[in-house]
């Protein structure tokens, strides 16, 4: 614990990965565990974990990169956190994001700009940018992060390390701020894919605290680990290869694909027809649950109060108005207008019928195939600070992956190869619960 302080210390200048770093908290557990004795039976005992600033952490500050929670100082654990605490991890910090998760660059932060692990006048994708790029740069071994369209494979991508979105209700939401409840999911940041596995292991499990969480046992995700992958049968969706994909992330994936054929596996063309309709939707779904979730944030229950009100409707204003940053208003505006009585049939009823059809293409092609590979995102990481990108061109790069997590399903990222000397990531997405298809078909390729 010490050492890994003293790395990220040294590191952090250049990353700035972390919103807060848990000095003191950290070296006090590593004693804890100094006293009983490491546990040669658990991989965890000890071992530094950084934990996305989104993640309740009990009376360590958790502020969603927003200043509307700078100074909230959670009561409880999350789920994940507890699960994690019992075998005896080292919390040794809270990593940057986007704001309430918004974004895909880690800019919306209202701290700071955290840089790309290979290259630190590039952004580290987002919104768990500070995660991987904490695990990317070498700070940690392992990281969580939450992805609601993207926000752990983009970056896993972006950074080249692995990044696994799990299954909708494999791993509890509890303790995790809500961004659009439907489709938020805990997940983990490693370097390799047996790290990865073994992190889910650990976190994933029912929990009557989130209705969603699923009741299904827990494989050890680490036993399946073989090499062999002959015979697997993988689709990749010809639309995963078109709109706007960069000629070097689409080559660098063609040659991944070459490799699991010499792997044994088969590899087929099929499509996804309505994927390109996902990015439309999930800003018009994900927006209206934000609007929702984010209600609470109001001046009086939660976080930062704004002075000088005449009366309680002006408290609110004025605390949302100072508290909430442009990306997070945008949203909540949007959601608001898609939620409007008179608006509503046309914009949030047809996301959801969007939604389904989105479901069902990915059920289609599950009839016939194990597994489902692209790219995690059509570009490789962009410039930090670049005006030129509008929001609009922004949601573009989600396209990838936000249909995954309107079908609930489990998507990994895993490093490809290079382009442009950046990091392409090789997206993995399996049926749901099958996260142990995708942990097999990455280990062989690794
Ligand atoms: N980039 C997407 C957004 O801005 C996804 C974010 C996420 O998965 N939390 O909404």
Request: proline letters at 3%; aromatic letters at 8%; glycine letters at 10%.
């Amino acid at each position: 614990t010490k050492a890994t302080l003293e790395n990220i210390h040294a590191t952090e200048p250049d990353v700035d990965a972390f919103i807060s770093v848990n000095d003191e908290g950290a070296l006090a557990q590593a004693k804890a565990v100094d006293a009983k004795g490491i546990d040669a039976d658990n991989l965890f005992s000890g071992m530094p974990i950084a934990i996305k600033d989104n993640i309740l952490t009990k009376n360590i500050t958790t502020t969603a990169a927003s200043k509307m929670l700078e100074n909230f100082k959670p009561i409880f654990d999350a789920t994940v956190m507890e699960k994690l605490n019992a075998k005896d991890i080292v919390m040794i910090g809270k990593t940057n994001m986007d704001e309430f998760a918004m974004g895909s660059t880690t800019e919306t932060s209202y701290f700071k700009s955290t840089k790309n692990a290979w290259d630190h006048t590039k952004v580290p994708g987002g919104s768990s940018g500070g995660s991987a790029a904490a695990v990317a740069s070498g700070e940690v071994i392992a990281a969580l992060g939450s992805d609601t369209g993207g926000s752990i494979r983009q970056p896993a991508s972006f950074n080249g390390i692995v990044g696994l979105k799990p299954t909708y209700g494999r791993v509890s939401r509890w303790g995790l701020i809500a961004f659009g409840s439907s489709l938020d999911q805990i997940g983990q940041f490693t370097r390799t894919v047996k790290d990865n596995a073994a992190v889910l292991s650990a976190i994933a499990g029912h929990d009557d605290r989130d209705q969603t969480s699923s009741a299904r046992e827990v494989p050890d995700f680490t036993a399946g680990l073989t090499g062999d992958i002959k015979g697997m049968k993988i689709a990749l969706p010809k639309e995963y290869l078109e709109e706007g994909v960069d000629e070097g992330v689409k080559t660098t994936i063609l040659a991944a694909v070459e490799q699991f054929k010499a792997l044994g596996a088969t590899v087929e063309e099929v499509s996804l027809p309505h994927s390109k309709y996902g990015v439309a939707a999930y800003y018009i779904i994900g927006s209206s649950e934000a609007s929702s979730n984010l209600q609470r944030f109001d001046g009086i229950r939660y976080g930062y109060r704004a002075q000088g009100a005449k009366n309680l409707d002006d408290l609110y204003i004025k605390s949302r108005s100072e508290g909430f940053g442009d990306e997070v208003k945008r949203r909540i505006m949007l959601g608001t207008f898609s939620l409007s009585a008179g608006t509503y049939d046309k914009f949030f009823k047809k996301a959801a019928q969007v939604r389904t059809l989105i479901i069902q293409d990915f059920e289609n092609v599950f009839k016939d195939y194990d597994l489902i590979m692209g790219p995690t995102a059509p570009t490789v990481a962009f410039t930090l600070n670049d005006e030129t990108k509008d929001p609009k061109a922004m949601y573009m790069n989600d396209v990838l992956t936000i249909p995954v997590n309107f079908a609930g399903l489990p998507g990994m990222s895993l490093n490809a190869g290079f382009s442009e000397g950046m990091p392409v990531g090789l997206q993995l997405i399996a049926n749901k619960f099958d996260e142990a298809t995708i942990y097999k078909a990455a280990y062989a390729f690794e």
